[in-house]
């Protein structure tokens, strides 16, 4: 369902909901570089809706405040119709709802931001659904290389299906990951993409 005032959406439209929100007026919303909606940016203070602040959420009469503007741990959710963005409705929704956050975080953060040439060599630091998503990117881009980098690896069989072309565990050597990697590529990468969320 749809509240009042929305019109971009109708009842029935199969969506993902996304925790980055866009509201699709801010300077943020219109620039190629940027994710940081002015209105819907990631608030984990923010318990409630945008509009009121309140909570459309309780259980057995006690609220239950929203989480990062999306709630998506709960069977149903109150959104900001920033969001959310419609897909394709023959898409299977038993498979794109896992890649919702993860592989669109990736895809987009290399594809829009990043932005590898064709033949460029591109590292990953972190390959779990974010990281995979940005291979998948590197790879779409046509990069030559790809370098994936993680502490499990394991993880480089399944990021082979994502293009990833080559692998570093840091664990495996005596001298910092960064200083490995331009050993392996004469200098450095042209473009590198950080997804292990740490700061």
Known sequence: SVGEGVTDLQPGDH?????????GHCPH?????????EL???????????????SRFSIN????????????FSEYTVVHSGQVVKINPKA?????????????????????VAKPKKGQSVAVFGLGAVGLGAAEGARIAGASRII?????????EEAKKFGVTEFVNPKEHNKPVQQVIAEMTNGGVDRSVECTGSV
């Open 92 to 112: 299977p929704l038993d498979k794109v709802c896992i890649v919702s956050c993860g592989l669109t975080t990736g895809l987009g953060a290399t594809l829009n």
């Open 29 to 37: 919303c219109h620039s190629e570089e940027s994710n940081m909606c």
């Open 148 to 156: 994936g980098v993680d502490l499990n690896s394991k993880r480089f």
């Open 61 to 72: 009469g006690k609220l239950i405040h929203h989480f990062l503007g999306t709630s998506t």
């Open 15 to 23: 969506v993902l909901p996304i925790f980055t929100g866009e509201c």
């Open 40 to 54: 819907l940016r990631i608030n984990t203070e923010r318990g409630g809706m945008i509009l009121d602040g309140e």
